[in-house]
């Protein structure tokens, strides 16, 4: 919904950097979990009262059509999901699990439940080692909780676009709310928290904008991105 309006060109990633892919949706590279390791972060989102999504290329399986949320990111993405009464034969070649629940201190419990379930430990910031580990996991909303590939993170995205497109890191400006958006602060010349934002995604941006409903993308952008650039 993005591509048109904005007249993209360049790689675009998804999945927070699980799948890179050009304008055409063609894909140019991916990274996907182990098959072994879905059902078992599956249950535990379940111990906790989520529901589960899964992201397969660029399908999108559900089990309820009007479970939490899917009718918000039906809207949101432009494409609906497809409907499962579950999830086997799925496991394979998957490029993001979420976890969904509108009980936001579920999905806050699930995150390090997670991480720590797959040798994360128990971390508050998505560039923990993980050399252990077999997933990332981070909310990318307060009610979405997903999990990727280790090295999918918004971080690699940063480093591998930096690539592509021959743009220095330090030339580079990320904007961000949440926690999953702390590995991109990390790998990036400027980075900018928007108003809404939590302390902890806050402290660890370069600067604070305000908020989403008071023009904070705009405003970011005027006030440290362009003025930097002059």
């Keep these: 919904m993005l591509i048109a309006p904005l007249a993209l060109t360049t790689p675009i990633a998804a999945f927070n950097g699980g799948m890179f892919v050009k304008p ?84 806050q419990r699930c995150e390090p439940a997670v991480r720590e379930q797959f040798g994360a430990g128990v971390c508050t910031k998505q560039s923990c080692p993980t050399r252990d580990t077999s997933v990332t996991a981070a909310r990318s909303q307060p009610y979405y909780l997903d999990v990727t590939h280790p090295d999918a993170n918004k971080g690699y995205v940063v480093r591998r676009l930096s690539e592509w497109l021959d743009i220095p890191i330090a030339e580079i400006a990320t904007i961000g709310d949440m926690p999953n958006d702390i590995s991109m602060f990390e790998k990036s010349g400027i980075s900018i928290a928007m108003g809404q934002a939590g302390d902890e995604v806050k402290s660890a941006a370069t600067y604070t904008t305000s908020s989403s409903e008071e023009e904070g993308f705009a405003k970011a952008v005027e006030d440290f991105v362009l003025k930097n650039a002059s």
């Excluded at 589960?52 to 990111?73: A, S």
């Design 24 to 107: 055409d949706l063609s894909v140019i590279e991916q990274r996907v979990l182990q098959a072994d390791l879905i059902e078992p972060a599956m249950e535990t989102m379940r111990k906790h009262g989520l529901d589960c999504w899964i992201y397969r290329g660029t399908d999108w399986f559900v089990r309820d059509r009007h479970g939490p949320h899917v009718d918000r990111e039906e809207w949101t993405v432009k494409f609906p999901p497809t409907v499962v009464p579950n999830f086997q034969g799925l496991t394979n070649d998957v490029a993001k699990l979420v976890g969904v629940s509108d009980d936001l201190d579920a999905v």
